[in-house]
């Protein structure tokens, strides 16, 4: 076993090229040869095929990283015969530099004077008969220098000439289909005045990209822009980068259409700009779903992985490996999944962690049920969580929100839902108006829910409203957790078992019951530092309930 850094080739002039696809992630076992990454240009784009056999073991680049030759974009382990044909350290330079594309070359170009102006294929390496895949211009046509003109493809790599001089085209001399070589005539523009600011047909350029030759180990040229990955559809897996000239490619990102589910009309398939347009209407008429709103708006009971990408969920026969009982999943069981699935999946969640010194509240909650222990109500710690919540919502608006479109909508009221434990599984009902609320009312509201929701019997009118949600794991154990957000609403609070901890008080440790919080909040409403900011007012409330008069 070695662990072996893949790098980028000599790639010629290409100097801090985009990465616009990872096409293996950590754990894939590769293949010799095994296109890696694509990266782009302005102009042209190429799979980095790997240099060894092995597997994944780290990537050190990711989508829009910038990268030149000899940067590093993965580790593989290998087995000892696989890095046997290129030396790790080695990576994937063992190839021929090469030159860049330049602009079709003119032929007998006139320096100054007005007139007609051959535009020819410039030197492209080692291509023969290269296949014009596409034509950009006609007949009539103004043309800017430097303006692709026409696209190229050998088997293994497509590429895009520019012209040389700005015009208009009189004759094009090449159409879909033709061979072409280096030297063959493909348009006669007609140019302005002063044009054309042209190469002259002198200047020694070529059009090739150099990777490695798939004689791994020698130092030979040969060009693999783009793959000739047909274009598929939604449904299909992504097998790697769809059948487009890098024009194409940068059209369609800059409208954000995925590339990979547009149907190309062009040769082989070929995606062009006019399928790209097509696309795009139809997804505006809504004839057509990209396959993240399918994702988004399927039902979220769906365990395939295969609309976001993921590989399939894995079917396994456990009985192979041991006994095993089957039982039906609760209707509950299934109908919170499906929600927390949506919900873990769209929310861009985070997390903040915080204690709070609950000693005297604790020590005011025993005292207080001990006082009133004829009235049958037992206060709750949380009780006083969900009005310290209702404080702390009131101090920080956007906690007890929910987005609506392009809106946010800020409530008014205070319906805080608790998550209770069920033997039928997950239950969430809501104590409605907890501003309006005492601890005790609070207390005897609770208990009488969480029994209705253990007992199978909350309306639905009882679980829905919450503005807000606590989930308290206290009475079980653990220290902090993640909480799911209960949608629509953008935060919700996990409270975990507190303990007796050492707390300096600036001379010694003292003993203080802890109680640790987990709030975890949309990102796409709320930032980081209010986050902070409501558990520190929370914690303060917590310390010194006398604060919530503040
Ligand atoms: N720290 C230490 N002890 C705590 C505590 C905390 N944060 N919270 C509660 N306790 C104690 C209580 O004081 C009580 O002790 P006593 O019996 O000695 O008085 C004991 O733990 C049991 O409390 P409880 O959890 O039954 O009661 P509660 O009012 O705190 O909570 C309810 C009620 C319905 C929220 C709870 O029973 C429940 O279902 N919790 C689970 C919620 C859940 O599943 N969340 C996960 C959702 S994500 O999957």
Not at 50 to 71: C, H, N, P
Not at 239 to 244: K, S
Not at 273 to 281: H, K, L, M
Not at 418 to 441: C, E, H, S, W, Y
Request: aromatic letters at 4%.
């Amino acid at each position: 076993m070695a662990i072996v850094e893949v790098k980028v080739p000599d790639i010629g002039d290409f100097d801090e090229v985009a990465v616009i696809e990872v096409m293996v992630k950590v754990g894939d076992a590769v293949r010799l040869e095994q296109s890696l990454v694509t990266v782009e240009s302005d102009k042209a784009s190429m799979e980095i095929p790997s240099s060894a056999a092995g597997v994944v073991k780290d990537i050190r680049v990711a989508l829009g990283s910038k990268v030149k030759e000899g940067s590093v974009l993965l580790l593989l382990e290998t087995s000892g015969e696989a890095v046997a044909a290129i030396p790790a350290q080695v990576g994937l330079a063992t190839v021929a530099p090469a030159p860049e594309i330049a602009p079709a070359v003119v032929a007998a170009a006139p320096a100054v004077l007005a007139g007609p102006v051959e535009l020819r294929v410039p030197d492209i390496g080692d291509f023969k008969d290269v296949t014009v895949i596409e034509v950009f211009v006609k007949p009539g046509d103004s043309v800017k220098v430097e303006q692709s003109i026409i696209t190229v493809e050998s088997d293994k790599a497509s590429m895009e000439i520019p012209a040389s001089a700005a015009g208009v085209v009189k004759e094009l001399k090449v159409k879909l289909g033709d061979k072409v070589n280096m030297g063959d005539l493909l348009a006669v523009l007609e140019t302005m005045g002063g044009a054309p600011a042209a190469v002259p047909s002198a200047a020694p350029t070529a059009a090739s990209v150099a990777v490695p030759s798939p004689q791994v180990g020698t130092p030979v040229a040969t060009l693999a822009i783009v793959a000739s990955v047909p274009a598929h559809l939604p449904g299909g897996a992504p097998v790697g980068l769809p059948h487009a000239s890098p024009s194409v490619r940068k059209f369609a990102r800059e409208l954000g259409v995925p590339l990979q589910e547009v149907k190309g009309s062009g040769m082989k398939g070929r995606i062009t700009e006019a399928d790209v347009q097509a696309f795009t209407r139809s997804v505006m008429s809504g004839a057509v779903q990209t396959q993240a709103v399918a994702v988004q708006s399927k039902s979220a009971a769906g365990t395939d992985g295969a609309g976001l990408g993921l590989l399939p969920w894995p079917v396994v026969d456990f009985a192979k490996f041991g006994p095993i009982e089957r039982k039906d999943r609760s209707r509950i069981k299934k109908i919170s999944a499906a929600n927390l699935h949506r919900n873990w999946v769209m929310i861009p969640h985070v997390t903040n962690h915080d204690d709070a010194d609950i000693t005297d509240l604790e020590a005011f909650r025993v005292a207080t049920n001990k006082e009133h222990e004829k009235s049958g109500i037992k206060v709750t710690m949380l009780a006083f969580l969900i009005k310290a919540c209702v404080a702390a919502l009131k101090k920080f608006p956007d906690f007890n929100a929910s987005i609506d479109g392009e809106q946010l909508v800020l409530k008014q009221y205070f319906h805080i839902g608790f998550a209770a434990d069920t033997p039928n599984g997950l239950m969430v009902p809501v104590i409605r108006d907890a501003d309006k609320k005492g601890i005790f009312q609070i207390s005897q509201e609770m208990s009488e829910l969480a029994k209705k929701a253990r007992d199978g019997k909350l309306s639905p009118a009882e679980m829905s409203g919450a503005g807000f949600t606590i989930s308290s794991l206290g009475g079980i154990g653990g220290r902090y957790f993640t909480p799911i957000i209960n949608a629509p609403e953008v935060a919700i609070l996990g409270v975990c078992k507190s303990t007796m901890e050492p707390v300096w008080d600036g001379k010694a440790f003292q003993p203080r019951l802890m109680l640790p919080l987990s709030l975890s909040w949309d990102h796409r409403v709320i930032d980081g530092a209010s986050a902070a900011r409501f558990n520190v007012y929370l914690s303060q409330i917590l310390g010194d309930f006398r604060r919530i008069l503040l």
